[in-house]
């Protein structure tokens, strides 16, 4: 029987020779991990057999068996579910896996000591295997096919694929334990382990030991099925673990059963820490559909939107059919009732947590908040609960600040939230526009999230009162009243400033829409704003880092009336060189905001001159 030997994708090279090496001293996750891939196998057979019943007729009730053999020194894992043929082994087995692996990927830093710590952090799945064994065996065969075929690898650059006489459908992993793993070739370690990590679980697990009977170690019933009382937090924690290819403790479990006009049983974790592939394009969800128990689908965006896609869990329905389509699933009314139950239910319990757990539930929202606040982009119906669970940084102490606290601290005056966008905090902090609410004591929200720039003008105001951008149009102060805890301001010497805004229109043409004086600015002599209608600066810049045609907005120059350098301008407006300075003084201004000169050689020639006096 002819064999082929095949080189491992140079990605899973990197992380068998990590756990050929490893050190980490819980190893027993291998078994979790092989466990779980082979309950996945029994769900997905299940679920083609409602179409293809033929699929099933050569097995008998799905089963896991973990055998032990201490002759032998090997420890297998079998299952009688979907199965893989030749291309399914190498797809699966030889290439990068998606469970968790490609972010596992991303951590490693080539520090063999901190790498090592990333395997307690991340479920690796099959390859979790190499961390016990030095040889591993996979015989499969696919369900509906005939050919079963054993896949070989030492974990050390390649795999071996050949045809087998195997019969029995399903897949059989036979590990041959390294010396230092012999720990797990005793049936009580490997019951504990399956009780430990596996007992939710709902294919039975059956353990034996080579020419004995195998028996039933787990409860082999679906964990959402049963009474809340009957569940203790460490199987809520390993039935996330399990669900979620996670190693955090979730930060908020929710389990309920709707009864009624329509049932089902939702079982939902919140992770403590953001699942790596969070922000990722497909915006992949991270919760199972069930139907009376049966596995339907992993991949079903219509049991939670793609802004809660942090979530992790299951839904199991009683009201849908097990025959439904993919196809079907889009436009099912029961499903659509289903989805605006869950999310009332998340948003509800959230604002709970937040009322009961302020200080917890900051920590939430510094992790999840930017992926929520798509849903007041995306989601009329909540955006209201949405907006009360929202929290921002603003220049008030840095401090995270809900919007219905920002309002009552709004200073007389005040008609609208102002708030800045783009970048990080800190650069958000330093910018010129803050300067004259800050001398005014009127708080800016600080909105570093991309996705700020296309909810705001989407829900447009807070409790009547409007968002506004301190850097779009102009910043209309004088009807706020000062804070009379802060210094007075210091009122601009009289100066004819008329004439140099006239002169430095002339010089910059077209390269600015306008020229005036600022109220916004008490340190920096100048700055750029976009026009009241216009689009916002840091807007028109993210549409262009993604490709986007939009054409340049000239922007208006505002000039600080109480900058030194402004005032010995003014007063020598008819200088030949006032023209240079309005080009080096717009220069500096694109700066500030981060863009890019359009003539950087004409900048420098510029300054040059104006240094060499």
Known sequence: MSEDTLQFQAEVGRILHLMV?????????????????????????????LSQPDLTADGGAFEITVTVDKDTA???????????????????????????????????SGDARKDVALIGQFGVGFYAAFMVADLVEVTSRKAGESQAWTWKSDGKGSFTIAESDADIRGTRIVLHMRDDAKEFLESSRLRHIIQTYSDHIAVPIRLAEAGKDAETVNSASALWTRSRNEITEEQYTEFYHHVGHAFDKPW??????????????????????????????????GVKLYV???????????????????????????????????????????????????????????????????????????????????????E????????????????????WTSLADYVARMRPGQEAIHY?????????????????????????????????????????AYEGKS???????AADL??????????????????????????????????????RSSDRLTESPVCLVADEGGMDIHMERMLKMHGQNVPPTPRILELNPRHSLIRKLAGEADSPRTADMAHLLLDQARIIEGEPLPDPAAFSRRLSALLAG
């Open 252 to 285: 908020m479990t929710l389990h309920w059963r709707a009864e009624g006009r329509i049932e089902y049983t939702g079982l939902l974790f919140i992770p403590t820490s953001r699942p790596f592939d969070l922000f990722r394009p497909e915006r992949r969800p």
């Open 380 to 399: 009329p119906a909540h955006r209201d609960t949405l907006l009360k669970l929202a929290r921002f940084r603003s220049t008030r102490d840095g401090e």
């Open 467 to 473: 968002f506004r951008s301190v850097t779009r149009g």
């Open 21 to 49: 090496h490893s050190v980490y001293s819980n190893k027993e996750i291998f078994l979790r991990e092989l466990i779980s891939n082979a309950s996945d196998a029994c769900d997905r057979l299940r679920y083609a057999a």
């Open 74 to 108: 090997t420890v297998a894992v079998a299952d009688n579910g979907i199965g893989m043929n030749r291309e399914d082994l190498v797809e699966n087995l030889g290439t990068i896996a998606r469970s968790g692996t490609g972010a596992f990927l991303e951590q490693l």
């Open 292 to 378: 009376k128990r049966v596995f339907i689908t992993d991949e079903c965006e219509e049991v939670v939107p793609g802004w809660l896609r942090f979530l992790r869990g299951v839904v199991d329905s009683e009201d849908l059919p097990l025959n439904i389509s993919r196809e079907m699933l889009q436009h099912n009314p029961v499903l659509t009732q289903i989805k605006a139950a869950v999310v009332r239910r998340v948003l509800g319990d959230l604002e709970k947590r937040a009322e009961s757990d302020a200080e917890g539930y900051l920590g939430f929202w510094d992790t999840f908040g930017q992926v929520l606040k798509e849903g007041l982009y995306e």
């Open 420 to 460: 800045i966008s783009g970048g990080e905090i800190d650069a958000l902090r330093r910018s010129p526009h803050l300067e004259g609410f800050a001398a005014k004591g009127v708080e800016v929200l600080l909105l570093p999230d991309a996705i700020d720039d296309f909810w705001i003008p989407s829900v447009g």
């Open 478 to 515: 004088d009807k706020i009243e000062a804070d009379p805890e802060k210094t007075p301001e210091e009122k601009p010497e009289a100066s004819d400033l008329g004439a140099l805004i006239a002169a430095f229109k002339t010089q910059l043409g077209d390269s600015v829409k306008d020229v």
